[in-house]
């Protein structure tokens, strides 16, 4: 069973706080994706990597940063957690080697900033 | 740019009535389509993609690019079928852009008994 795996399903951090949210797969995928979902605005990509180490912006990366040290892993950083970034962040995965691939999702981690 | 647009953000059904999910998107190249599917407390997960052509459930969806439509369809809607429906496109050229997905806004499919 394939997996992506997020390091935690609720996570409660105060304004101002750097917040590390971790996503590790185990399908040997060169593609990694960071979302945030919120009701009406459907899933918005923050960013993505498609190897170590490379990254690109999406559609909303201001105030998050990333990190890709290793194939399986893909981090999303807040530098400074705002009451705006409490939301849903899923993580995804996908093969980068033909074209409509299946991206597969992590169980989501529920971020409340206070 | 791309863009995916689902009107509806709620849908009601009684069970075995048909059911339409509509979807239409907006990109200037050939479009790979999905729709996606979050049952409650599940991870969102693929239902189906426009170019296997296939039926998944019995959902099925037909690309119509004069219409730049995707339109997600079933004859007879099941209770086990309601959930968070997402439209995806993933355009772009080249393995890194695969798997990146522009999303609709989803669209929340009830079936009653």
């Known amino acids: 069973d394939v997996k992506v795996t997020q390091s935690s399903r609720y996570l409660v951090k105060r304004t101002g706080e750097k917040v590390f949210l971790e996503c590790v797969q185990d399908?040997?995928?060169?593609?990694m994706f960071w979302y945030r979902q919120d009701p009406g605005l459907g899933l918005r990509l923050i960013y993505f990597?498609?190897?170590?180490?490379?990254?690109e912006k999406g559609d909303i990366p201001e105030g998050y940063s990333v990190s890709r040290e290793k194939k399986e892993r893909f981090s999303l950083i807040l530098e400074s957690a705002s009451t705006n970034q409490t939301s849903m962040y899923l993580c995804?995965?996908?093969?980068?080697?033909?074209?409509?691939?299946?991206?597969?999702f992590g169980q989501g981690t529920r971020l409340t900033v206070v | 740019a791309q863009r995916v647009t689902q009107p509806e953000k709620l849908l009601s059904v009684f069970k075995g009535a048909p059911v339409e999910l509509k979807c239409n998107y907006s990109?200037?190249?050939?479009?790979?389509l999905f729709w996606y599917v979050q049952y409650s407390r599940q991870r969102l997960q693929l239902l189906l993609r426009?170019?296997s052509r296939e039926s998944i459930k019995g959902f099925t969806a037909d690309l119509n690019k004069g219409e730049t439509s995707f339109h997600l369809k079933k004859p007879f809607a099941q209770e086990e079928d309601s959930a968070m429906y997402y439209c995806?496109?993933?355009?772009?050229?080249?393995?890194?852009?695969?798997?990146?997905?522009?999303f609709g806004q989803g669209t929340i499919l009830t079936v009653h008994p």
């Open positions: 995804a995965s996908s093969s980068r080697l033909r074209a409509n691939t299946e991206a597969f």
């Open positions: 399908m040997d995928h060169e593609n």
């Open positions: 990597s498609y190897d170590v180490k490379m990254k």
């Open positions: 990109y200037s190249g050939s479009p790979e």
């Open positions: 426009h170019i």
């Open positions: 995806a496109l993933s355009g772009g050229a080249g393995g890194t852009s695969y798997g990146k997905l522009t």
